[in-house]
């Protein structure tokens, strides 16, 4: 079974600062790898996901995350956060074959000003 | 224009009662679900369908049955409601599995008194 580590509960930066969340799965077999952001009082939207190639992934908003298969690790970095940036984000992982989303605990990115 | 829509936004109620939450999307996906989040944030998958039929059950209670009348409508009536069953509860869908991105709904915030 796979299952999901975002080894932050909580990340605050100043804004314009750049900012890493890390995300680390475990699995037994090849896996999707994805980015969701929760706004405030919303549901979650995609932010990226990684299928298969470049382990360098380009989301939206400017954050991107790479692959990195030995260390199983998923971790997303902005270089410059802006306010509008404060938000849950959740790394989720999908067992090839499977239907079937599990999502770490979530980090809650703050950005001060 | 919204693409996954659920009703009620919030719903209060008491013990032992019977309700149930409404989805709906317009985006003629083949694949909806439901999640629970609890008041950690943490998101668990519930259930999943695929053209109506269930594919996915997360040994949720009995009390929990999903309904999908067609491919657009995925709903989630909770019976003899718990205080442990208050959260927000997401409905969302995607093309198919798998790999494919999955469209969140506003969230219901569930509340037992």
């Known amino acids: 079974a796979q299952s999901v580590t975002q080894l932050d509960s909580q990340v605050p930066v100043f804004e314009e600062a750049p900012v890493e969340l890390r995300c680390n799965y475990s699995?037994?077999?090849?896996?999707?790898l994805f980015w969701y952001v929760q706004y405030p009082n919303q549901g979650l939207q995609l932010l990226l996901k990684y299928l298969s190639g470049s382990t360098l992934v380009k989301g939206i908003n400017g954050f991107e995350a790479e692959f990195n298969k030995s260390q199983t690790s998923f971790h997303l970095r902005k270089p410059s956060v802006h306010i509008s940036d404060t938000a849950e984000y959740f790394c989720a992982v999908n067992q090839q074959g499977a239907q079937k989303l599990v999502f770490g605990q979530g980090t809650r990115l703050t950005i001060n000003p | 224009d919204t693409a996954v829509s659920q009703t009620p936004k919030y719903l209060v109620t008491q013990m032992g009662n019977d309700k149930s939450i409404k989805c709906e999307q317009n985006l003629g996906h083949d694949t909806m679900y439901w999640y629970k989040q609890d008041s950690k944030k943490f998101l668990k998958i519930m259930f999943s369908?695929?053209?109506?039929?269930?594919?996915i059950n997360e040994t949720v209670p009995n009390r929990f049955s999903p309904k999908s009348p067609d491919k657009a409508h995925l709903n989630l009536h909770i019976n003899s409601l718990e205080l442990g069953d208050s959260a927000v509860y997401f409905c969302a869908s995607s093309p198919g599995g798998g790999f494919d991105t999955q469209y969140f709904g506003p969230g219901t915030r569930l509340t037992v008194l």
């Open positions: 699995s037994s077999v090849s896996v999707y």
């Open positions: 369908y695929n053209n109506k039929e269930l594919i």
